[in-house]
């Protein structure tokens, strides 16, 4: 058009966005030139326990100490549960059968013995 200055390559108005990509393109390029940490100078919580226990003579556990953690617990519960249990059928049981306190005892014992 007849009087109209020439423009620019990139108007006015696209100046703040193209600085701002620009900036932004940099530092990316910035990031991507540091060299990532080795691995050998970072360590983990873990290996930090490992190694404060290893310096003050305690062993970790083992997956053999959970295994026979986690039985006696199951235990317990089986037993605690089964005297539950019988504690409510020997309400009825004792009448039914017309055992004395010395046989409903030895009843519930005999859950704990086997």
């Known amino acids: 058009h007849k009087g109209e200055p020439a423009t620019l390559l990139l108007d006015i108005k696209w100046m703040p966005r193209v600085a701002l990509l620009l900036h932004a393109l940099a530092c990316c390029a910035a990031v991507a030139l540091v060299p990532p940490p080795r691995r050998?100078?970072?360590r983990t919580r873990r290996q930090a326990a490992a190694e404060a226990e290893a310096a003050a003579g305690v062993r970790g556990l083992t997956k053999t100490?959970?295994?026979i953690a986690g039985s006696a617990a199951c235990g317990s519960f089986i037993q605690g549960y089964t005297t539950g249990v019988l504690g409510g059928a020997l309400l009825f049981l004792a009448p039914h059968f017309g055992l004395a306190p010395r046989?409903?005892?030895?009843?519930?014992?005999?859950?704990?013995l086997g």
């Open 40 to 42: 050998a100078m970072v």
């Open 65 to 67: 100490d959970f295994k």
């Open 103 to 112: 046989q409903v005892g030895a009843v519930a014992t005999a859950t704990t």
